[in-house]
Structure formats: C-alpha cells, structure tokens
C-alpha cells in the first residue's frame, strides 16, 4: 500500500510541474523566458532570447503543433503565444533595429512556420486569434512597439486566458501615456488600435467611448456615463518595446 501511494504521489509530482498546460499546448518554457526577461513595465530583453536554447525549443513547438485536439480556448492561448514569440523571434532575426517598421514586411510580408501553416503575423492575427476573440486579442497582441498594451511576464493559458485579456484590457485603458480621459475639455484619447479595430469594438460595445467605459476605471467611467465625449487617436510610438 506504501509502496502504490509512494507511486501515486511521484506520477502526481511530475505530472503536476507542468500542471497550468496541462490541458492544452505546453507554454511553460516560453512561460518562464518571459517571467525572467520582460519587466514590470512590458519591456523585453530581447538579447536574452537570441540564441537561447529553450526559446528555440519552443519556436520549433510552435511550428509542428497540432491545433487540432485543442479546444477553443487553449487554441486562442496558443495563438497568442505563437504571435508574441514570433514578434520576438522576427526582431532577433532582423538586429540591430530601433522599430518594427524599420523591417519592410515584418507584419505582412515573412512567413512564419505555425502548426505546420506558413503565415505571415497578420494572418495569423486576423484569419486565427480573431477568428475566435476579434476584440480582447488586441490587448494580447504585442507588437515589438512601446505603444502596444504591455507583454505580459507569462504565457497565456487557455484556462484563463479571457480573463487574462480583461485584465489586459483595463491596465492598458488605465495607462494614462496610451489611453487618457481629459475630463476638463470632454476629449477621450485613445490607442490608434482602437481606430484601426474600430468596426469590432463598436460591434461588440456600441461605440468607442462605450467600450472605453467598459475597461476603464470606477471615476473614469461615471464621467464618461454623464458625458458625450469627443474621441481622438493618441500617435501610436512604434520605437521598440526594449529594455
């Protein structure tokens, strides 16, 4: 009886390490990169990823996944994870660079190897992760600029992960150099991301200034309930999100 619960107890341990992937794609080595190599701000040591051996392991995961045993919400968290380490991997791959843009083509040009798909960043945005949340992705969705909604320091988890981009949604409404309410002259800057996705956040909540409201915080919200605001677009920075 020692013997079979001394048995138990060990499978239970390894099987447990990985426990949080457990029911999907196993995220844990990207998990634990971006734990140790983006700070609190969404900033990333990208030269701690060049040559890694672990973040290669995880890019060739990526590209011979099957997607197809997961579910909806384990294919999303993978979607995610896919694009943000690709970004990563692009950038590594086209040093030295001060911006995303500096590359011709980073986002819609140079195919990536996705569960077996060659894709390109955006099509792997808009015919994969949007495909299944075409509004919080957004907030997921890192880019390599500093004006994207910070990278998380973990892996999306499918079990989790709308949470995890509602969260995303209110620090990134909330982050006063990305999206700000000037109360005094009714003015409502926003994100570019919000006039580029406009269709599908008015789709889903109405209009801008009701999706605004929706993440933004307790004081912020009553105002923008009493008032009609005018929304502008804040100049989207596409300086590199580098440490």
């Keep these: ?44 040591n990208y030269s ?24 909806k919400e384990d294919k999303l968290a993978f979607y995610l994870n896919a694009y943000n380490a690709t970004v990563i991997k692009n950038v590594l791959d086209y040093s030295p660079i001060t911006s995303p843009m500096d ?19 955006d099509k792997l945005e808009y015919d994969y992760a949007m495909k299944i949340e075409s509004v919080l992705v957004h907030f997921g969705l890192v880019c390599a600029a500093q004006s994207c ?3 998380l320091r973990k892996a999306y988890d499918g079990k989790i992960v709308f949470q995890q981009l509602e969260e995303n949604g209110k620090t990134f409404l909330n982050d006063r150099s990305k999206n700000h309410l000037d109360k005094e002259n009714k003015v409502l ?30 004081r912020d919200k009553k105002f923008l309930s009493e008032n009609k605001v005018e929304v502008k677009f804040n100049k989207y920075n596409w300086k590199l999100n580098s440490q």
């Design 1 to 44: 009886m020692k013997t079979i619960s001394f048995i138990t107890l060990l499978l239970f341990s390894i099987t447990g390490c990985n426990y949080s992937y457990s029911s999907g794609f196993d995220h844990s080595k990207f998990d634990a990169l971006l734990k140790a190599n983006v700070d609190e701000n969404g900033m990333v």
């Design 189 to 218: 800057y926003l994100s570019e991301i919000f006039r580029w996705f406009a269709k599908y956040f008015e789709e889903r909540f109405g209009s801008l200034q009701k999706a605004a409201h929706h993440f933004m915080n307790e």
């Design 103 to 121: 590359v011709d083509g980073f986002f819609k040009k140079i195919p990536h190897k996705i569960a077996w798909n060659e894709i390109t960043l």
């Design 48 to 71: 701690a990823f060049k040559n890694n051996n672990d973040f290669e392991d995880y890019i060739k995961s990526i590209a011979e996944a099957n997607v197809n045993i997961l579910s």
């Design 149 to 151: 909604p910070k990278l």
